[in-house]
């Protein structure tokens, strides 16, 4: 079974900071790893998504992603926020086989951009 | 075409009513899911149908009756639901790939029930 475990339940932040968002996985067999953005009163837009090679990953909206298999974590940055980057941020991993590629989620992250 | 569509974005609805919530995609997607989502928690899976077949059902209460049409086409159907069953509710499609399995989610449909 998996879990995921996203450290902080809000992340306050000043524009134009740079900002980390956590994310730890438990897994016992291989995962992809994704991470999503809700913006108010919308649905999830993925932003990222880890099923192998290289461990940095590129995204959309400037954000990007380590993949650190011995720490099992997949923290999600971003050098320069902008008060547009304010939304939940959930983590999530996915078997690479098996039950529907199901997702586990993570509880999830509210950034809030403080002007 | 690559969103995931889903009507009405608002609904309310009585105990005693009985609605239907759509969803529908046109990128050649096999697989498709329904998710209920609460304030400030992630989705929860509802359903998930596998090239139109009901493959899992996480347990839901029989009020929520999914419904694969066609390859495009998701419905969730409402009969005698519960205050408690308020949310949002999220469809999303992946193609059925093995190895690709990203899933495009719609805007969601914000169901109240009084």
């Known amino acids: 079974a998996q879990s995921v475990t996203q450290l902080d339940s809000q992340v306050p932040v000043f524009e134009e900071a740079p900002v980390e968002l956590r994310c730890n996985y438990s897994?016992?067999?291989?995962?992809?790893l994704f991470w999503y953005v809700q913006y108010p009163n919308q649905g999830l837009q993925l932003l990222l998504k880890y099923l192998s090679g290289s461990t940095l990953v590129k995204g959309i909206n400037g954000f990007e992603a380590e993949f650190n298999k011995s720490q099992t974590s997949f923290h999600l940055r971003k050098p320069s926020v902008h008060i547009s980057d304010t939304a939940e941020y959930f983590c999530a991993v996915s078997p690479p086989a098996g039950s529907n590629y199901q997702l586990i989620w993570g509880a999830g992250t509210k950034l809030i951009i403080k002007p | 075409d690559t969103e995931v569509t889903q009507t009405p974005k608002h609904l309310v609805m009585g105990m005693t009513n009985k609605k239907s919530l759509k969803c529908e995609q046109h990128?050649?997607?096999?697989?498709m899911y329904w998710y209920k989502q609460k304030a400030k928690k992630p989705p929860e899976l509802m359903f998930v149908y596998s090239y139109e077949k009901l493959s899992i059902n996480e347990s839901v209460p029989s009020r929520f009756s999914p419904e694969c049409p066609n390859s495009s086409l998701l419905n969730l159907h409402l009969h005698a639901l519960q205050p408690e069953d308020s949310a949002l509710y999220l469809c999303?499609?992946?193609?059925?790939?093995?190895?690709?399995?990203?899933?495009?989610f719609g805007p969601g449909t914000r169901l109240t029930v009084l």
């Open positions: 999303a499609s992946r193609q059925g790939l093995a190895g690709n399995n990203e899933q495009f």
């Open positions: 897994s016992s067999v291989s995962v992809y």
């Open positions: 990128m050649g997607h096999r697989a």
